[in-house]
């Protein structure tokens, strides 16, 4: 949503203003899509807001228990100087006001929330609006946070930063495989074996001695899954995420296979193996974490055997050339999320640049689900999912808290790729070997 400049501003003696201290006024338009929705805005002395909300009251704007739940929230969550008050004069009732840099001790006590999983970063402003006849809030973090990474070394902070801070949320509410699509569900209830191991078949995984390479492992639970069932594959899983590394080997260790699966800490655009050293790798919704797609298809083919085969399900974007509105709210979700979500053609460009011989690559949307993942945002009660969609307001569960955005519906849908490294001849390899060394003798 794009917010346009300050169309006007100045001060006035408004009758609230007892102290004879001029507020500052503003107006603001945003706009979503070609719809203008205005805000009356005012800076004010905190001490000042009860005196506004009565005044708004008594003008017929508020009702008197609306007023009097923002202003008893407002006191509580002790605020500094001053405070932003905006309304929408066009719907009667909407009254939010701004806290700059409020007090986390204090808002974990005034929201009862667990505000950890926003890590040590700064608030810049608290918001408190009333929802539903509930005071709800939203944080705000440093605008710079938001704005796409610019290098790869931003990014991967990013990417660490995300999974170091929200794994113990992540694996509270999603056990050891976190995937926002599951393939063909029995079920609303989130359970993952299941499409990890359709997933594992679709891949042409067989039980058989062979090494299988898994780019952003996560907790390890779809290498433990595969291995369960496949007792002579042997799985190293890679992730950027210390904290996520030390839970995957932890859920390694209970599951006793710790003999046949290794956890490594390496950024997959830069892989510590060994040339042609695994017979198979896999990516299940890993590879949008990706700054450089081409960097991480080179890695897979170097570290691949001849004739071994790569096999992604991924989440992709529609189209690179997305309208506004579509282009904001995959901006949003990959912000929240710390991805950079490619086209399914960037994916498959990636890998025939790296000298895959692509063999698939397509739509699977209509076989995924992301159900389960999404009711996994709201505290529902069991056998009560409908409530979701009758017009009310569940709460949102910890997980929901740091990843819900109502932003409707997102240019994305799930595709599958499998590629295969070619197999080298006689004639191919000998060829590599003098060009290699005739360039090492140049």
Not at 10 to 20: A, D, I, L, M, N
Not at 47 to 53: C, I, N, Q, T, Y
């Amino acid at each position: 949503m794009r917010r346009k400049p300050t169309l006007g501003s100045g001060t006035c003696s408004h009758p609230c203003s007892r102290s004879g201290q001029p507020y500052v006024w503003g107006l603001v338009v945003k706009w979503d899509g070609d719809v203008p929705h205005p805000r009356i805005s005012v800076r004010l002395p905190s001490k000042r807001v009860a005196r506004v909300l009565a005044d708004l009251t008594s003008a017929g704007f508020l009702s008197a228990d609306h007023a009097r739940k923002l202003r008893d929230t407002f006191v509580a969550a002790k605020p500094g100087t001053d405070a932003y008050l905006s309304v929408d004069p066009g719907t009667p009732g909407a009254v939010a006001i701004d806290l700059p840099s409020p007090d986390r001790d204090v808002l974990t006590t005034v929201t009862g929330a667990d505000l950890d999983w926003l890590g040590q970063g700064q608030i810049s402003f608290a918001k408190l609006r009333l929802h539903g006849g509930a005071p709800a809030w939203s944080l705000y973090r440093p605008a710079v946070e938001a704005l796409p990474a610019r290098d790869k070394a931003t990014h991967t902070r990013r990417v660490r930063r995300y999974y170091d801070e929200l794994t113990p949320v992540i694996a509270e509410t999603f056990g050891a495989t976190y995937q926002a699509g599951l393939y063909e569900p029995a079920s609303e209830q989130y359970e993952a074996k299941p499409s990890t191991l359709a997933l594992a078949r679709r891949a042409g995984i067989e039980d058989a001695d062979i090494e299988i390479l898994d780019l952003g492992c996560g907790l390890a639970g779809p290498a433990i899954d595969i291995a369960e069932a496949h007792p002579r594959v042997r799985i190293t899983g890679v992730n950027l995420s210390e904290t996520q590394v030390e839970r995957a080997r932890h859920n390694v260790e209970q599951a006793g296979l710790a003999d046949r699966i290794d956890v490594v800490q390496a950024d997959f655009h830069a892989l510590p193996f060994a040339d042609d050293q695994f017979d198979a790798v896999i990516a299940f919704e890993a590879l949008g974490y990706a700054y450089d797609l081409n960097e991480v298809a080179r890695e897979a083919f170097r570290v691949l055997k001849s004739g071994g085969t790569l096999y992604a399900k991924e989440l992709v974007k529609e189209s690179v050339d997305l309208n506004t509105t579509a282009a904001e709210n995959l901006s949003a979700h990959d912000r929240t999320y710390a991805m950079r979500t490619p086209t399914l053609a960037e994916h498959r460009v990636a890998l025939e640049r790296a000298g895959f011989d692509v063999v698939q690559a397509h739509s699977i949307d209509d076989a995924v689900s992301t159900e389960p993942y999404q009711l996994a945002m709201f505290d529902l009660p069991d056998g009560n999912t409908p409530s979701l969609f009758a017009g009310r307001n569940p709460t949102l569960t910890a997980f929901g808290r740091t990843h819900f955005n109502d932003h409707g519906e997102l240019p994305l849908f799930f595709a599958e790729l499998l590629a295969r490294k070619p197999v080298a001849t006689q004639h191919a390899v000998a060829a590599g070997v003098r060009l290699r060394g005739n360039r090492g003798s140049s």
